[in-house]
């Protein structure tokens, strides 16, 4: 077995040893963390990797991606940059002119509810007629930046069977709910299978760009569809892929079934409760602010999400449900309360049962949840471009908005966070993620950035089901998950939640993290490691 032993950088382990500067694998786990000068005496036969005062991290965990939709929108009509209507449509028509022979042009990304003050009509979503006259009459699915609605071309809704007569249909807005679900189910079908893996091997290239060392893909009848779902199992990368299907049971026999069917690890993840606040869709207690004509939208009855529950912690099998919307996190608490007095806590604790979202989740609620074993896989980020004043938030829900992703109140209630992107909704970007859940818009739901960097390495290996207390870390005995970074500031921050003020303190026992302040430059991955073996390089290209 060969060592190699990692000199010269700053290598983030444990209290132990917080001034770490070096670091020893052998056989893809981590045997020896210390000083350089020990390092060498006790490898001396070992492979030298000179560090150069980089930062060593635990790789991260992304525990909710679409890695076809990721790789559609890298390589295709990514219009989250879009600033109005018109320059959305614009935007289409030279996509379209640039690419006339792809049977369908699939765009990501655009966001109305980013638009207010474009200008006359500039901030209502682009229709039927505009999607027409902008791609000459061919077929486009353009999703909105939840995927949880799109604007959908006539020649695209020409080929859904029964698509008028499904819920959520409008001749000239975009679609919601069942026609939503209808549309996107026959967009999927006009992608080939090879255009199809093209996308996913660039998704999970470009994980491993940005330091991530496993992926959790959330898949489902609605939102990926079968094919697209089973196709991963055959990918062969080194990025971890934990895949979820979100197809609900109601028996232990059809949960282990289903899992036998599909390859799927577990039953859960966009296993919709409801839809996006974007789209209006997310289930709420009261009606939208700006709409009140509309609660949202329940895509599973309260028996519906007990039995799935009851049949799967039943089968040992590890489930979760999309939930966004504080009805439906209502719901999910509901059938948990019900399930602790009817299988006891240790039982569901077991299965590690997931929320995706949790938008809305109550301290109580979580409390409820953390009792339960359950995870919270949220999106820091979506506090970044919905939260504040003016923004998505605050126009869906006028004064519930600052409520909303409320991270301190959820970990001070013993739920486990575990921090991921939902890309393409919101890029693969780790670091940033950190920064935006240690700097809130609602300063008193962040929490620390050491908090914040748990959540986003160790958290997704708990999601995962995976809690041996090592893995996600660099210290004697984990796997050797490792990113080298760039990065400008080390800096010592507490670990506890909501609290902002940084130690520099050099008696702190702690060891240091890059910067993540606002106005810091975030770190830059260099090198990505899976077990030890380099995945990604810079200096590869």
């Known amino acids: 077995m060969t060592t190699k032993l990692l000199l010269g950088g700053a290598v983030y382990s444990s209290p132990a040893v917080p001034d770490a500067t070096a670091m020893a694998v052998t056989d893809g786990t981590i045997v020896w963390v210390g000083s350089d000068e020990v390092g060498r005496a006790l490898h001396p036969d070992a492979e030298i990797v000179d560090l150069q005062g980089r930062f060593v991290s635990p790789a991260f965990v992304d ?268 719901m999910v608490a509901e059938a948990v309360s019900r399930l602790i007095d009817e299988l006891g806590t240790p039982a569901l604790a077991r299965c590690v049962h997931r929320l995706e979202h949790a938008e809305m989740v109550t301290a109580e609620q979580a409390e409820l949840f953390g009792r339960a074993g359950m995870v919270a896989s949220m999106q820091p980020l979506f506090d970044a471009l919905w939260g504040g004043d003016g923004r998505l938030y605050q126009q869906r829900l006028g004064e519930r908005a600052p409520a909303l992703n409320d991270f301190a109140a959820l970990a001070r209630a013993g739920l486990t966070l575990a921090f991921s992107s939902d890309s393409p909704v919101c890029a693969i970007d780790p670091w940033a993620s950190v920064r935006a859940a240690a700097h809130h818009h609602t300063e008193h739901s962040a929490i620390s950035p050491r908090a914040a960097f748990a959540a986003a390495t160790r958290g997704g290996w708990r999601a995962a089901g995976i809690n041996d207390g090592i893995t996600g870390t660099l210290v004697p005995g984990a796997p050797a998950h490792y990113a080298v970074w760039e990065a400008d500031e080390l800096v010592v921050a507490p670990s506890h939640a909501g609290v902002q003020r940084w130690s520099t303190d050099p008696r702190s026992r702690v060891p240091a993290l890059p910067d993540v302040a606002p106005q810091a430059q975030l770190p830059t991955c260099v090198e990505t490691a899976v077990a030890g073996e380099v995945i990604f390089s810079r200096a590869a290209g």
Request: aromatic share 6%; net charge negative.
């Open 63 to 330: 525990c909710h991606v679409h890695l076809t939709d990721t790789g559609l929108a890298l390589r295709g009509l990514d219009l989250t940059g879009a600033v109005s209507r018109t320059d959305c449509l614009r935007a289409l028509s030279a996509y379209a002119d640039a690419h006339p022979d792809e049977e369908i042009i699939w765009g990501l990304g655009w966001d109305a509810s980013a638009w207010a003050g474009a200008g006359d009509g500039e901030d209502s979503p682009p229709t039927t007629a505009d999607l027409d006259a902008a791609a000459g009459g061919r077929a486009v699915y353009l999703s909105r930046i939840d995927e949880h609605s799109a604007a959908v071309s006539t020649a695209l809704r020409a080929r859904i069977d029964g698509l008028r007569a499904a819920s959520g249909f409008d001749e000239q807005a975009p679609l919601i709910a069942e026609a939503h679900h209808l549309v996107r189910a026959g967009a999927r079908g006009m992608i080939s299978p090879q255009a199809r893996r093209r996308a996913q091997l660039h998704a999970l290239d470009h994980a491993a760009s940005r330091g991530v060392a496993a992926v959790h893909e959330n898949g489902g009848p609605e939102i990926s569809g079968l094919d697209d779902f089973t196709a991963l199992a055959d990918i062969d990368h080194p990025v971890q892929i934990r895949r979820y299907w979100g197809q609900a049971v109601g028996s232990p026999e059809e949960a282990l079934a289903v899992v036998a069917a599909t390859g799927a690890h577990a039953i859960g993840g966009d296993l919709f409760i409801d839809g996006a606040l974007g789209s209006h869709t997310a289930l709420l207690a009261r009606p939208y602010t700006d709409r009140p004509d509309t609660c949202g939208v329940a895509y599973l009855t309260h028996d519906q999400i007990y039995q799935h529950l009851r049949a799967t912690t039943l089968a040992q099998v590890q489930a979760g449900f999309h939930v966004i919307g504080d009805a439906s996190a209502a």
